[in-house]
C-alpha cells in the first residue's frame, strides 16, 4: 500500500508491505529476496510492515530493515479465559460434544476473575464518551499525529478508505469507533474496536494525548467488556507499554515484526528514538488477510 509519511517539514513517500506470495512451481527459495529487492528498488523514501513471519524476517534483517520490538508485539487481556479456550477447542473439534462443559468454564471464568480483577479507580468515569462514525473519526484522528516526529499523512480521502477496509473484517465482530474528551469538551483520546458478546474483541488502533494512555486504555478494556467479550487484544506500541504493564492477567506474544527500512539517516534516528507511527493504520496487520477466512470450499 502507497502512502505518505512527514517528518520535520518533509513529505516522505512510502511503501507498506503485506503478504509475499509466490505462484506455484516458483522456486520459493529466491522469491521473497527478489521481491524485497523489487521493493527497495521502487524508490520509496521508506518501506515499513507490522505483519512479517519469522521467515520473513530472516529475508529482511540483512537487508537493512530495522526491527521496532514493542510495536511487533501483541497484548491480550481474558476477561472468560476457560471461555475462550473452550470455544478454540469447539472449533477444532466439532463434533465432539464439548458443549457439555460449558457450565464449567463459567465457574472457572468466575473464580479466575476473583483472583486477577482488582478494583481500579479510573480517570474514565470523568471524561466525556463520544460514539463516532468513519466521518467524525477521520476528522479527529489527525490531531494525535503530530505527537510524533515521523508520521503518516493521511489525506481525508485515504483515511476513510482505510477505514472502510477495516470495517469490512469480520472475524472479532463490528467496527466501532469512540472518542474520550474532557469536562471541557478537549479531546484526550480515541480508539477503533471490533468486538461484540462472545468474542474477543480486536482493537484497531488506539489514540492518546501525552499523559492520557492509561484513561483511554482503561475505558477500552472496560467497554469490551460491558459489551460481553471474552477478552480484548492489540497491538503493542512503545507509548502505551507503561500503562499495559498495569493490568492483571494481561499477556504479551509475538504478532508479527515491525520493520523499517530507509536511506534517509533523520528517517532511522526518529525509528531509533522511538519516535515513529507504525503499527495499527499505520501497517498491515488491521487488514482482512490477518484473521478473516478465505479457503475455497471443496466440492462434495
Known amino acids: 500500500m502507497k502512502t505518505r509519511y512527514r517528518i520535520g517539514g518533509d513529505a516522505l513517500s512510502a511503501g507498506i508491505l503485506s503478504t509475499l506470495m509466490a505462484a506455484r512451481g516458483a522456486n520459493h527459495g529466491t522469491a521473497a529476496p527478489r521481491l524485497l529487492r523489487a521493493l527497495n528498488a521502487a524508490g520509496f523514501d521508506l518501506q515499513l510492515t507490522d505483519s512479517a513471519n519469522r521467515a520473513s524476517l530472516a529475508f529482511a534483517r540483512p537487508m537493512k530493515y530495522e526491527l521496532l520490538a514493542d510495536e511487533s508485539l501483541r497484548w491480550e487481556l481474558a476477561f472468560r479465559p476457560a471461555t475462550i479456550l473452550l470455544d478454540k477447542a469447539r472449533r477444532k473439534w466439532p463434533r ?63 483515511l476513510l478508505w482505510l477505514l472502510d477496509q477495516a470495517a469490512q473484517k469480520r472475524a472479532n465482530g463490528p467496527l466501532s469507533f469512540v472518542a474520550l474528551c474532557k469536562p471541557q469538551g478537549m479531546p484526550i483520546g480515541c480508539y477503533a474496536l471490533h468486538g461484540e458478546a462472545g468474542r474477543v474483541a480486536s482493537v484497531v488502533h488506539v489514540f492518546a494525548e501525552r499523559g492520557h494512555g492509561e484513561t483511554v486504555l482503561d475505558h477500552l478494556i472496560a467497554s469490551a467488556e460491558e459489551m460481553g467479550c471474552t477478552g480484548v487484544e492489540g497491538q503493542a506500541c512503545k507509548a502505551l507499554m507503561p500503562h499495559l504493564y498495569r493490568y492483571p492477567g494481561l499477556i504479551f506474544r509475538y504478532g508479527g515484526a515491525a520493520m523499517v527500512r530507509s536511506g534517509r539517516e533523520d528517517v532511522m534516528a526518529a525509528l531509533r528514538a522511538g519516535d515513529i507511527l507504525i503499527g495499527g493504520l499505520a501497517g498491515d496487520r488491521w487488514t482482512r488477510l490477518s484473521a478473516d477466512p478465505f479457503g475455497v470450499p471443496r466440492a462434495r
Open 96 to 158: 465432539r460434544p464439548l458443549g457439555l462443559l460449558t457450565p464449567f468454564a463459567g465457574l472457572s471464568d468466575a473464580l479466575i476473575g476473583r483472583l486477577l480483577r482488582r478494583p481500579h479507580r479510573s480517570k474514565a468515569a470523568l471524561c466525556e464518551v463520544r460514539t463516532l462514525d468513519a466521518q467524525a473519526f477521520a476528522e479527529l484522528l489527525p490531531r494525535f499525529l503530530t505527537g510524533f516526529r515521523l508520521h503518516p499523512l493521511w489525506p481525508r480521502e485515504e
